[in-house]
């Protein structure tokens, strides 16, 4: 089991920015694909953003495409969320996950991930 833990998360104003990170426990960390999801109170966990083992391949939802960004960095086994222009509607607690499928290319499926962050809130408000 990967360990996972989120940080930087808070309240931010309307087109404001956050950077959310992923820190992983597991030194295979970098054969491994990651993901982001969300999940709004009353609402189901969404998909927001995936990143391959090796940051080659991204994809977004597309409510966020555009405004969001993942990368990783390898050598600190961590991945980030870069989220600009933040609206309310992105008011969630935002979860990192791990699919253990070696060299994988990243997926928008909640079910194909191994283990989950505890999850870090964002709040968009005025």
């Known amino acids: 089991q990967v360990q996972l833990v989120e940080s930087g998360g808070g309240l931010v104003q309307p087109g404001g920015s956050l950077n959310l990170s992923c820190a992983a426990s597991?030194?295979?960390?970098?054969?491994?694909?990651m993901g982001w999801f969300r999940q709004a109170p009353g609402k189901e966990r969404e998909f927001v953003a995936t990143?391959?083992?090796?940051?080659?391949?991204?994809d977004y939802a597309d409510s966020v495409r555009g405004r969001f960004t993942i990368s990783r960095n390898n050598a600190k086994n961590t991945v980030y969320l870069q989220m600009n222009s933040l609206k309310p509607e992105d008011t969630a607690v935002y979860y990192c996950?791990?699919?253990?499928?070696?060299?994988?290319?990243?997926?928008?499926?909640?079910?194909?991930?191994?283990?989950w962050g505890q999850g870090t809130q964002v709040t968009v408000s005025s």
């Open positions: 996950a791990v699919d253990r499928n070696l060299y994988g290319p990243g997926t928008r499926q909640a079910e194909e991930y191994d283990d």
């Open positions: 990143v391959s083992w090796n940051g080659g391949r991204t």
């Open positions: 597991d030194r295979a960390f970098s054969l491994y694909s």
